[in-house]
């Protein structure tokens, strides 16, 4: 089954400072990859996701890339606020019925 | 975008009692909802892949008597923890995924909602 590693499990930038997280996945077959932020105490929501046909999306001061061939993909976060703080988890799916998530990372923005 | 809603929110019981929570997708079929568990600042531990009509898939190390699914219909599944015990406690927590849509000839996977999670705790 699909196996995703994900790090670092903590990262603390200062504000204006850019974040980046990676993921890894071990089934080539994986054709979607989201990620999810999770503030304290609430549901995970998504935030951007990356289709296998693709190699990069950005959305304002998000953007994830992902690299098939070393099945790896990122998640970076510029110009960071303290309302980014949060768990972020990636995720990988190959079918509708199954999606895997990394272990997460906690994310700290100082002021 | 898709609402997936969880009930109850938080809930207390007595040890050795049952606990049942529902996760419901308020405005799309499901044929297949998924339950995580997940303990303070930790991650989303996958317990179960609940499948609409048929038995749940149980993740390696979660015992299946102990924590019942049932997905009746394509918009409601249930987990039961039975005989909760102390250890029992926890945020556990369901999603749900749309159906698959076509698009120019491909079929596209869509997201996962999340429920709104259930803090379960044993005394």
């Known amino acids: 089954g699909e196996n995703v590693e994900q790090h670092p499990s903590t990262l603390s930038v200062q504000e204006g400072d850019s974040a980046v997280i990676k993921c890894t996945y071990s089934?080539?077959?994986?054709?979607?990859f989201p990620w999810y932020k999770q503030e304290l105490g609430k549901r995970p929501q998504l935030i951007i996701d990356i289709r296998s046909n693709v190699g990069e999306k950005k959305d304002q001061r998000i953007a994830v890339t992902l690299n098939k061939t070393a099945k790896h993909f990122s998640l970076h976060i510029t110009e960071t606020q303290p309302e980014d703080s949060a768990v972020y988890f990636c995720a990988a799916s190959r079918r509708n019925n199954d999606m895997r998530f990394g272990a997460g990372t906690r994310l700290t923005v100082k002021p | 975008g898709a609402v997936v809603s969880q009930h109850p929110s938080w809930v207390i019981c007595k040890s050795g009692t049952s606990v049942k929570i529902e996760c419901r997708s308020l405005?799309?079929?499901?044929?297949?909802m998924f339950w995580y568990r997940q303990f303070p600042k930790q991650s989303l531990m996958l317990m179960a892949t609940?499948?609409?009509?048929?038995?749940?898939?149980?993740e390696q190390g979660v015992e299946k008597d102990k924590f019942l699914i049932n997905h009746a219909s394509l918009t409601l599944s249930t987990l039961t923890v039975t005989s909760a015990h102390p250890e029992d406690s926890s945020f556990y927590i369901c999603?749900?995924?749309?159906?698959?849509?076509?698009?120019?000839?491909?079929?596209?996977?869509?997201?996962?909602?999340f429920g709104q999670g259930t803090r379960l705790t044993v005394v």
């Open positions: 999603s749900a995924r749309p159906p698959p849509v076509a698009t120019g000839g491909r079929i596209m996977n869509t997201e996962a909602f």
């Open positions: 089934d080539s077959a994986s054709n979607y």
């Open positions: 609940s499948n609409e009509g048929s038995k749940a898939t149980y």
């Open positions: 405005d799309f079929q499901a044929t297949t």
